[in-house]
């Protein structure tokens, strides 16, 4: 069993999945956790931070280490889920394991305001900073899953739940 989440940026879907995680003791694959699995396949963690969650420069739009990244980050992901039952938070989960059984999809939404407000306390950033860093962050996840899935990443059809915590 998988649970996938996507989040949009101050939601709090990194808290829900590691609850859930915890909670269900399953294993828990997030950045961190993903960069460490990439890191044992010999992946460096400078291009790990090119591509995670964000839409590549234009550069790196034309090299062949987007495949290359694409290819570690499904295969890691793969080893990760044959591990046992467990919680993917991000990273294009639902479109990695989205057409399997097994897998729910979850999509972690809330009113813009209250994700500025969120973003805010955690960071301490006046109201300014912390809607461009909401605005900065869904941008850079949109254009990370069409870049690299050519999918809307906001798009309900690829979620078997969408939970709006207002």
Request: net charge neutral; with cysteine.
């Amino acid at each position: 069993m998988m649970v996938t989440i996507s989040r949009q940026a101050g939601a709090g879907g990194d808290e829900i999945a590691r609850r859930l995680a915890g909670e269900l003791q399953w294993n828990f694959l997030d950045k961190e956790a993903l960069e460490r699995l990439l890191a044992e396949r010999g992946f460096p963690k400078a291009e790990v931070e090119i591509f995670d969650e964000k839409k590549p420069g234009l550069w790196h739009r034309f090299s062949a280490e987007r495949e290359r990244y694409l290819h570690f980050l499904k295969m890691v992901s793969y080893e990760f889920a044959r591990r046992g039952s467990c919680v993917m938070v991000g990273r294009g989960g639902q479109l990695i394991f989205g057409n399997l059984p097994g897998a729910l999809c979850v999509q972690v939404v809330a009113p813009l305001q209250k994700r500025i407000e969120a973003t805010r306390e955690k960071l301490g950033y006046d109201e300014r900073r912390a809607r461009h860093v909401v605005h900065h962050e869904d941008n850079e996840r949109a254009g990370f899953h069409r870049f690299f899935f050519h999918a809307h990443w906001d798009a309900p059809d690829l979620y078997d739940l969408v939970i709006n915590v207002e």
